[in-house]
């Protein structure tokens, strides 16, 4: 009875505490159904947004505002150097080929780029037949595989014919084994020639343009202080008696202008020792390559056409040829 009444009291305390009459007995501490009230959430301004949005924004962000700005402000006066240079140039191009100024001339130095202008000329020439010879090779040793098959197949379904189809099936495929040899010999020549040309020669022949630029651009500077240094004597005086510049004209100060013609002035005599150097260089590597690749295609031209087989195989030797299967040149070949 006792045990009855405990558990009486114990339901009727759950059931005061709000636990539902189902079973289910609810943990001790039973969470509270009691919420805040709601805030009260007013419109921003328009100043308000505006400090907000500033205040969000991340510090790198942030950071990166002044370099952009000197960025700009970098690439306009680059800009503006490169405009100003483009057109003291154009002129002094112009009034170089209406007679109007003078420009500096090494007449040694000129001979030497015209002469490295006409080599260039006919070796890309030489390039250019070279690899027309390669194509036609290929072509003749394509129909003579074609007819070393066809004078095969006849030499088996022709027997009064079969031993002279066979002797003329050998012979083409003893020709086309030569040829292979000598296309090989002017794939060889042909890739030398075209490292000399294109990337030798070439590599020169830039340097050289860009020794020409300095040229005008140091030409053009030297002629405007020479201008300068005549109108000097016509500028209006001070009464202490300096001379001033008068904005109309738009004059450079003679200090800016002086810094401005020794920085052309050297890089003009910097490029001029380059150009030198590199011609030098030219000479010496032409002569060492074209005297090799020369001495190859010569022999191995007269060792094929005189049939003379175990000659070209000595030549394919001694130049360390690597004789490969031929490929199909290129449409850019001929080019």
Same mark, same amino acid.
Request: glycine share 4%.
């Given at each position: 009875?006792?045990?009855?009444?405990?558990?009486?009291?114990? @339901?009727?305390?759950?059931?005061?505490?709000?636990?539902?009459?189902?079973?289910?007995?609810?943990?001790?501490?039973?969470?509270?159904?009691?919420?805040?009230?709601?805030?009260?959430?007013?419109?921003?301004?328009?100043?308000?947004?505006?400090?907000?949005?500033?205040?969000?924004?991340?510090?790198?962000?942030?950071?990166?505002?002044?370099?952009?700005?000197?960025?700009?402000?970098?690439?306009?006066?680059?800009?503006?150097?490169?405009?100003?240079?483009?057109?003291?140039?154009?002129?002094?191009?112009?009034?170089?080929?209406?007679?109007?100024?003078?420009?500096?001339?090494?007449?040694? @130095?000129?001979?030497?780029?015209?002469?490295?202008?006409?080599?260039?000329?006919?070796?890309?020439?030489?390039?250019?037949?070279?690899?027309?010879?390669?194509?036609?090779?290929?072509?003749?040793?394509?129909?003579?595989?074609?007819?070393?098959?066809?004078?095969?197949?006849?030499?088996?379904?022709?027997?009064?014919?079969?031993?002279?189809?066979?002797?003329?099936?050998?012979?083409?495929?003893?020709?086309?084994?030569?040829?292979?040899?000598?296309?090989?010999?002017?794939?060889?020549?042909?890739?030398?020639?075209?490292?000399?040309?294109?990337?030798?020669?070439?590599?020169?022949?830039?340097?050289?343009?860009?020794?020409?630029?300095?040229?005008?651009?140091?030409?053009?500077?030297?002629?405007?202080?020479?201008?300068?240094?005549?109108?000097?004597?016509?500028?209006?005086?001070?009464?202490?008696?300096?001379?001033?510049?008068?904005?109309?004209?738009?004059?450079?100060?003679?200090?800016?202008?002086?810094?401005?013609?020794?920085?052309?002035?050297?890089?003009?005599?910097?490029?001029?020792?380059?150009?030198?150097?590199?011609?030098?260089?030219?000479?010496?590597?032409?002569?060492?390559? @074209?005297?090799?690749?020369?001495?190859?295609?010569?022999?191995? @031209?007269?060792?094929?056409?005189?049939?003379?087989?175990?000659?070209?195989?000595?030549?394919?030797?001694?130049?360390?040829?690597?004789?490969?299967?031929?490929?199909?040149?290129?449409?850019?070949?001929?080019?």
């Amino acid at each position: 009875m006792e045990e009855s009444n405990i558990s009486l009291e114990a @339901m009727d305390q759950q059931f005061d505490g709000g636990a539902p009459p189902t079973g289910y007995y609810p943990p001790t501490a039973a969470p509270s159904l009691h919420r805040a009230p709601l805030r009260e959430v007013r419109p921003l301004s328009v100043d308000q947004v505006l400090d907000q949005t500033e205040e969000d924004m991340t510090p790198a962000s942030a950071r990166n505002k002044p370099v952009r700005s000197v960025e700009v402000q970098q690439k306009i006066a680059n800009l503006k150097v490169w405009s100003i240079n483009t057109y003291k140039c154009s002129k002094q191009v112009l009034n170089e080929k209406l007679g109007r100024t003078t420009k500096t001339v090494d007449p040694d @130095m000129e001979k030497k780029i015209e002469t490295l202008l006409d080599t260039q000329s006919k070796y890309n020439r030489i390039l250019t037949l070279a690899k027309s010879l390669n194509t036609h090779m290929y072509n003749l040793l394509q129909t003579q595989r074609s007819l070393a098959e066809l004078f095969s197949e006849l030499s088996f379904k022709q027997p009064g014919l079969q031993t002279s189809f066979t002797t003329s099936a050998n012979t083409q495929k003893s020709l086309i084994k030569n040829g292979d040899k000598l296309l090989s010999a002017i794939r060889f020549f042909i890739d030398s020639l075209d490292t000399l040309v294109n990337k030798t020669i070439q590599d020169t022949v830039l340097t050289v343009k860009q020794y020409q630029s300095a040229r005008v651009q140091f030409d053009a500077y030297r002629n405007e202080n020479e201008q300068q240094a005549l109108q000097s004597p016509t500028m209006g005086c001070t009464p202490n008696g300096a001379g001033v510049s008068s904005p109309a004209t738009g004059t450079i100060p003679n200090s800016a202008s002086d810094n401005n013609l020794e920085q052309h002035k050297s890089r003009f005599e910097l490029l001029h020792r380059d150009v030198d150097i590199k011609l030098k260089l030219l000479d010496e590597n032409k002569l060492k390559v @074209m005297t090799r690749q020369l001495s190859l295609l010569e022999a191995a @031209m007269a060792s094929f056409m005189s049939g003379n087989a175990e000659e070209l195989d000595s030549v394919i030797k001694e130049f360390k040829v690597k004789v490969t299967e031929p490929v199909p040149p290129s449409f850019l070949e001929l080019r």
